[in-house]
């Protein structure tokens, strides 16, 4: 197996163009630790109530309850050839537990793929982020929207807003991401691990190009 990280700010895109990846390549999984939380809260598992008070402020989960989580899902799914991490790591010190878990299992870090984008972008798009609370799906009604207005392409069910998409918690959520997910561009950088794509267009098949290209 090799780990590909995927860095940018809420909203830069890592989810849309990761799942564009997994569909266009064979042999790439996408891990959104975001949706697996969403997943936990969901189905009201012990993890799961207790990330919820995290998340509804915009905050981020203990440590140990996302790493566990990182940790069982790459036990349970050893055979991939390449999983896209989408949301993790997120701090310092969740890029060190990664790093000494993939040690231990004898799996590669090949690099972390930065999609770079500028603070108005990221506005823009989590404003217009939409998603399908049946089948994960998402959507953009200002740059990917659905076929038809608030209904999921995939399975016909009425799109929502996420609840952390409103303003408030997105402001937080950036503060979040300024203080402590921004070093680890430098945390990678000087492993020589770091590549970067312009993710500021709107062409989704051109960025997904992109990124295929800069993780070879
Ligand atoms: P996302 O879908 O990646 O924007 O994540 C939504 C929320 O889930 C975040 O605002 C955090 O509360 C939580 N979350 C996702 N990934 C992590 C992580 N690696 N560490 C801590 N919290 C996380």
Do not use: W
């Amino acid at each position: 197996m090799n780990i590909v990280i995927l860095l940018g700010a809420p909203g830069s895109g890592k989810g849309t163009v990761a799942g564009r990846m997994h569909e266009s390549a064979d042999g790439i999984a996408h891990l959104s630790t975001g949706d697996l939380l969403r997943g936990a809260v969901k189905a009201g598992t012990p993890a799961g109530v207790e990330a919820k008070a995290y998340m509804t402020k915009g905050e981020l989960v203990p440590d140990t309850i996302i790493a566990q989580m990182v940790a069982d899902y790459i036990a349970e799914n050893a055979s991939l050839q390449t999983v896209l991490l989408d949301g993790f790591p997120r701090n310092v010190a969740q890029a060190d537990m990664l790093s000494d878990l993939l040690t231990s299992k004898g799996i590669t870090l090949k690099c972390a793929l930065m999609l770079e984008v500028s603070d108005a972008t990221v506005i823009n798009r989590i404003s217009g982020r939409r998603v399908c609370p049946t089948c994960g799906a998402g959507f953009n009604v200002n740059i990917l929207p659905p076929k038809v207005d608030g209904i999921c392409d995939a399975c016909g069910a009425e799109l929502i807003t996420r609840a952390d998409d409103c303003p408030e918690t997105v402001a937080n959520r950036l503060n979040v991401y300024r203080e402590q997910t921004f070093p680890l561009i430098a945390y990678y950088r000087d492993r020589n691990l770091l590549r970067s794509i312009d993710g500021e267009h709107d062409d989704l098949d051109r960025k997904v190009a992109d990124a295929l290209k800069a993780i070879q």
